[in-house]
């Protein structure tokens, strides 16, 4: 089939090079020339593990194609698949002017029946929207059909997670666009929901927002078996094995972040808010989450007593492991709270150091470093930020030699606690 993308960032060029990968035809429009430069010149603007290798191998087949030309994909596609940013206002709620912005301009080139999918997160009700816009802005009265196709994808795992999806939801007022749906999902072996566009839509929000309370959920329990003398890696393995409560999302740590977590998470309670519903269980899930890395802070300034000049190895900037995205961080929040009390730091990621350099430039105070076993070297305290499974194999032996004290800050529970501490360290951990 011809499939036409708007937006080809994290979701849009994942997406492009999945359905290419499985056979279609697909055109990635971005509206950023720099990115489908280097895009066309063989360069991959993200890193997602095994993107590259899947972006080469169907644009050398042709499958896969990048340009800035929406009419180009009107044109071309029987499917456009919007995957353009919902970014956050600074009350919480959606701009949605991205996605207005795109309808528009595909309303402008629309001489035959298309199908047109959101799949950027948007709140419920904005697929009406879009037909409302389509409709107004079309020159000539041409059919459509709007399509909501929530994606379910994690940052770190795009490649895997679309591949191989837990499900696909298309939601849809009319009967219509739904055969030629099915066929672009043919190659994926996943259920396939087929309701109404509200329920779509409310789907992906009501679902992220449950991953968010469930994380919540296992850092209140942290905080009580700090006070209990307990430990929350023992409670969430014996919670986790009842299997209608499963062990992922009950990992201890920092808090949630992320571009998409956070600003989804506080727009659905803005949603509802809309709907005249008082989401008070999420508001509270959103406090615990910043208590979880006030309480880790407070953490590393009782230890160290003053931070000033204190120079502490901070092991992580990505907002998780496996991706460079640094938006919504808890670790580059971490960072620059160390940073406002005069802290020293020496940062390492192993993916995500270029990306965090705009946000925690270099400096007297900020020293990047490339190898994560230097990063300790005349160091009062390591930190680990970020889960990157390969920190828990740190040369502890080394990092105790090279330190000034041998403090360490586990905000991610990866370390063997006998092991540090066999090795001579103060070890404080989450819930531990
Ligand atoms: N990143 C994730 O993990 C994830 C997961 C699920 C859903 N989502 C949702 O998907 C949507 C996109 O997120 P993302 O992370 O891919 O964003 P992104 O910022 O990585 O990519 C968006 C792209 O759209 C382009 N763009 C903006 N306006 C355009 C226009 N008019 N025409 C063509 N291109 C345009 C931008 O240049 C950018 O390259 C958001 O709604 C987000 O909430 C993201």
């Not at 490649?159 to 190659?187: H, W």
Request: aromatic share 8%; proline share 5%.
């Amino acid at each position: 089939m011809r499939l036409a993308i708007i937006g080809t960032g994290y979701v849009g060029l994942v997406t492009g090079a999945c359905f290419a990968e499985v056979g279609h035809h697909v055109l990635c429009v971005d509206i950023d020339p720099r990115k489908v430069a280097v895009l066309n010149a063989g360069g991959i603007p993200i890193y997602e593990p095994g993107l590259e290798d899947l972006v080469h191998r169907n644009t050398a087949a042709g499958r896969l194609r990048f340009t800035c030309s929406t009419a180009t994909a009107v044109a071309e596609a029987e499917v456009i698949f919007i995957c353009v940013p919902t970014p956050p206002q600074p009350d919480g709620s959606v701009d949605l002017s991205f996605i207005e912005g795109v309808a528009r301009e595909i309303a402008a080139h629309l001489t035959e029946y298309r199908i047109i999918v959101d799949k950027s997160t948007v709140p419920v009700k904005t697929g009406e929207k879009v037909a409302e816009t389509l409709r107004r802005y079309s020159r000539t009265p041409t059919e459509f059909d709007v399509v909501s196709n929530p994606e379910f994808l994690r940052e770190g795992f795009a490649v895997e997670d679309l591949m191989n999806p837990d499900r696909i939801v298309i939601g849809t007022s009319s009967v219509r666009p739904v055969p030629k749906m099915r066929e672009v999902y043919a190659p994926f072996a996943a259920p396939l929901i087929v309701t109404d566009t509200n329920s779509a839509e409310l789907i992906k929000h009501a679902a992220n927002s449950f991953l968010a309370l469930k994380i919540s959920y296992i850092n209140a329990i942290s905080a009580i078996c700090e006070a209990a003398g307990a430990n929350v890696l023992e409670v969430a393995n014996g919670m986790g094995m009842d299997e209608r409560i499963g062990r992922r999302f009950l990992n201890a740590g920092i808090g949630f972040g992320g571009s998409c977590f956070s600003k989804d998470f506080s727009a659905f309670i803005k949603i509802v808010e809309q709907l005249g519903y008082d989401f008070r269980l999420l508001k509270e899930v959103q406090r615990i989450n910043t208590d979880q890395m006030d309480r880790f802070f407070k953490k590393i300034q009782e230890t160290l007593w003053v931070l000033k000049d204190k120079r502490l190895g901070v092991l992580g900037l990505a907002f998780k492991q496996n991706t460079d995205d640094v938006r919504t961080s808890p670790a580059v929040d971490l960072c620059q709270r160390l940073l406002r009390e005069g802290a020293r730091l020496r940062v390492h990621d192993p993916k995500a150091m270029e990306k965090a350099r705009a946000v925690l430039p270099p400096s007297d105070a900020v020293e990047y470093v490339d190898d994560p076993d230097e990063v300790s070297a005349g160091c009062d305290a390591l930190v680990i930020a970020t889960e990157w499974p390969h920190f828990a194999k740190l040369d502890l032996a080394r990092a105790r030699r090279q330190m000034t004290t041998a403090i360490l800050f586990d905000g991610r529970n990866l370390l063997d606690r006998a092991e540090a501490e066999a090795h001579g360290f103060l070890y404080r951990g989450v819930g531990r």
